[in-house]
């Protein structure tokens, strides 16, 4: 029989992995230790290996992934399909369904985005539960072929259903798996992702995106990876969804991931920040890159080295060939897919004058010296600024190692009280002599020095000269 101090134990447990991720960068002290944190070498470490996930191998041997956009649930998992189809959901319903407000005067910052950030808030949960569903249900189930050079192969029905399953839940019409069971050591994870997928698109209050938030997307995923639902490995047996970290996914099971769901992951972005008019927010470094984004360049490099078989892609400098980046190429490739879109809003301006930086970068002799400075410029600009990552959290998966300078300021719920009883708060010549007691009700007590005496001593009020 469970005793009562059991039962007390288990509860406080609960409680404690039930944590709402919080922040823990406040000051330079606070900046300094998360530099040296495991957290930021997991994060950049991760960011790492995505993008040389999507370098082709040079040997023909191996496995090498190519995006397809018509078809971009190929060699991902279930729970990958199912965040894919709530990401499409998102970006082909959300906007029709709560458009901008076309009375707004402001020039950044349309206020409708805080109804869409709301809706998101709403469903997040959904969202979460079925990729945790999707994963539990089919990540361990039989695969088609041979899983040959470590790339996964689920079923196209599966994967499909899956996605539609996600797309279900992105639109409040269900979001239940069939044959899926909930399960309530599920609520501590779900508590936390759900902190950083709100994180991922911007805030509500300001009304602006930049690489914070595309970084807290970053975490988001790492958080899936280290959970065990970017796919089966040979090292992972169990089904159940838990805090220990998965065996490291291999390259052709990160590359699918890296350039589905990010591609998936821009167009929602994209139609935010023009829709909704977002003000661009992050370090100065970044904004010579790009207003927003500073990771998809860097996916969109390392996809393009060796890509020596094709001369038209073969060099940085091809980004200024306007047929290329009107070819399908452009939906294939990162990279040419964000210049692309830079270009169409930039439209009637000179490209070295619109992205100065971007341009000095075509001008670099191979993509793999591009895809390096780009990581450098990544950490050095994102990761080691304070006003970029004061705004991440921390919960039990992404995890904080020191203890912050400061507490989280909450808002104060009564106003002008002060002391142990929560006695009002009275200025001193308000006060009688005697006991301190509020004499304010006997008459308009004065400030000193403004003569004469008055009730319990103090001095009469004056008066204006004109009101003589």
Request: hydrophobic share 30%.
């Amino acid at each position: 029989m469970t005793t009562k101090m059991e039962k007390e134990t288990k509860k406080e447990e609960e409680e404690k992995d039930m944590i709402v991720p919080k922040r823990y960068i406040y000051s330079p002290i606070d900046m300094e230790e998360f530099k040296k944190s495991s957290a930021r070498r997991e994060l950049l470490s991760f960011a790492t290996a995505m993008g040389r996930s999507c370098t082709p191998s040079p040997s023909s041997s191996s496995f090498t992934y190519t995006y397809n956009p018509s078809n971009p649930l190929v060699h991902v998992s279930p729970g990958i399909a199912s965040l894919h189809g709530s990401l499409r959901a998102i970006t082909t319903t959300w906007l029709k369904e709560i458009p901008p407000d076309r009375n707004a005067k402001a020039r950044f910052g349309n206020p409708a985005f805080r109804l869409w950030h709301a809706r998101l808030v709403e469903r997040s949960d959904g969202i979460i539960r079925c990729i945790l569903d999707c994963h539990r249900l089919y990540g361990q189930s039989e695969q088609d072929g041979d899983g040959g050079g470590g790339q996964l192969n689920y079923a196209e029905s599966v994967l499909r259903q899956c996605s539609e399953a996600g797309y279900a839940a992105a639109t409040g019409t269900s979001g239940e798996v069939a044959g899926s069971t909930r399960k309530k050591e599920d609520d501590a994870v779900v508590t936390e992702l759900r902190e950083y997928l709100h994180s991922s698109f911007g805030h509500p209050t300001r009304l602006d995106y930049g690489t914070g938030h595309e970084s807290s997307f970053l975490v988001f995923l790492l958080c899936l990876c280290k959970i065990g639902c970017f796919g089966r490995s040979s090292t992972s047996s169990s089904s159940s969804t838990t805090r220990t970290a998965a065996a490291s996914p291999t390259p052709a099971i990160l590359a699918p991931v890296t350039l589905s769901i990010f591609s998936q992951y821009l167009l929602v972005t994209r139609g935010i920040q023009t829709d909704y008019m977002l003000e661009p927010a992050g370090s100065h470094g970044v904004w010579g890159l790009d207003d927003y984004h500073c990771l998809p360049f860097y996916f969109g490099a390392c996809q393009l080295i060796h890509s020596t078989d094709d001369d038209e892609l073969s060099s940085p400098s091809c980004i200024h060939n306007t047929s290329l980046l009107s070819s399908p190429k452009e939906n294939v490739y990162m990279y040419l897919g964000c210049i692309a879109y830079i270009k169409s809003l930039k439209k009637g301006v000179p490209f070295f004058e619109s992205s100065p930086m971007l341009d000095d970068i075509s001008h670099i002799k191979s993509w793999s010296k591009v895809s390096t400075g780009l990581l450098r410029l990544y950490e050095g600009e994102v990761l080691d600024k304070i006003p970029v990552v004061q705004h991440f959290v921390f919960g039990n998966i992404f995890k904080a190692t020191w203890k912050p300078s400061q507490k989280p300021r909450e808002a104060p719920t009564r106003t002008f009280i002060n002391g142990p009883n929560g006695d009002e708060c009275v200025a001193p010549w308000a006060q009688n002599n005697s006991g301190g007691r509020d004499i304010r009700g006997g008459g308009v007590a004065a400030a000193p020095g403004s003569g004469g005496a008055g009730a319990g001593g103090m001095p009469p009020p004056t008066r204006a000269p004109w009101a003589k």
